[in-house]
């Protein structure tokens, strides 16, 4: 199908006035105010995604996803790791009617969520622009990505910053934004060294679509990034690295790429459910991701 992409704690998830008390043993800020007191913060590793039991969970996963993205009255579905099972989330009345009403193909549950997708990624692609508007402390963000959990709008940041905290609280609200602090830039990625690429062996006819968008690394994932996040899948030969935490891709039948350049990828959307081909090196923080082919020439 065709698609359009454009760029753009001590406990699972507490207050962030408890984060330097209860993590660091450091003497403790004053009270926060009220409009970032509902933003969670999540540990570094934990899990807000659990990967799906088989294909067809993994299909209909993605269809949720992408379904949630696209309306105000549905928030992100989440895997329950006791269950496996498929839960839905309905921001209102008429998004569990749409839920019902949508077919999906698994068992599933409803839970009652405050945001829609749609609200969510609108949240998450603004704010990476904050760096180009001039915000200050800005650049400590590293990438958004779905919580999928907590149905929010996880930031990840290099360092926290109460500045930029209280920033985010007074442009967005709290209750629909999770922070996760990574050093390292995202998801463990070390500095330096070899980034592990999902790739896929040599075949003939190539789908004709064609996604414009930015390649950006998400904790250990290089996706093309727009208004849906896809999960790029190489052709066999393309490598990886990082190079003072920038990330550099190289393959013999393209351009060398490098992380934020804009690009137009050849190839297809798929799930992993209906990919034609065998795909190698999917590592497990990158379950979930609807998958973008990569054709050998791009540009």
């Known amino acids: 199908m065709a698609s ?31 409009d970032r007191a509902g933003i969670l913060f999540v540990n570094l590793g934990e899990e807000v995604q659990s990967k ?11 269809s949720a996803i992408e379904f949630a993205e696209t309306s105000n009255d549905v928030g992100y579905p989440w895997i329950d790791p006791a269950t496996g099972g498929l839960v839905m989330s309905a921001a209102s009345a008429a998004g569990r009617q749409a839920i019902d009403a949508a077919g999906f193909s698994i068992p599933y549950t409803i839970r009652d969520v405050k945001h829609g997708g749609a609200e969510l990624r609108q949240i998450m692609d603004d704010v990476t622009f904050l760096h180009s508007r001039g915000v200050p402390k800005s650049e400590l963000i590293y990438s958004t990505v779905p919580d999928h959990r907590d149905n929010r709008a996880l930031i990840v940041l290099r360092a926290m910053d109460k500045s930029l905290l209280d920033y985010l609280a007074r442009h967005y609200p709290a209750d629909a934004l999770a922070v996760k602090v990574d050093p390292a830039g995202a998801g463990g990625a070390p500095a330096s060294g070899t980034i592990e690429l999902p790739t896929y062996g040599p075949g003939d006819a190539y789908p004709a679509a064609l996604a414009t968008g930015t390649i950006e690394l998400q904790g250990s994932c290089v996706v093309l990034h727009d208004t849906t996040d896809h999960l790029l899948i190489w052709p066999s030969g393309t ?6 935490g920038a990330l550099i891709i190289t393959s013999p039948a393209g351009p060398t790429l490098r992380e934020h350049q804009k690009v137009s990828v050849g190839g297809g959307e798929y799930s992993q459910a209906d990919f034609p081909r065998a795909i190698a090196g999917i590592p497990d923080a990158c379950q979930g991701y609807l998958l973008w082919l990569a054709a050998p020439a791009w540009s």
């Open 239 to 244: 490598a990886a690295s990082l190079d003072e």
């Open 4 to 34: 359009r992409v454009l760029l753009r704690n001590c406990a699972g998830a507490v207050a962030l006035a408890l984060l330097v008390s209860a993590c660091s043993g450091q003497q403790p800020p004053p009270p926060p105010s009220a």
């Open 52 to 62: 799906p039991a088989n294909e067809q969970v993994a299909l209909a996963l993605s």
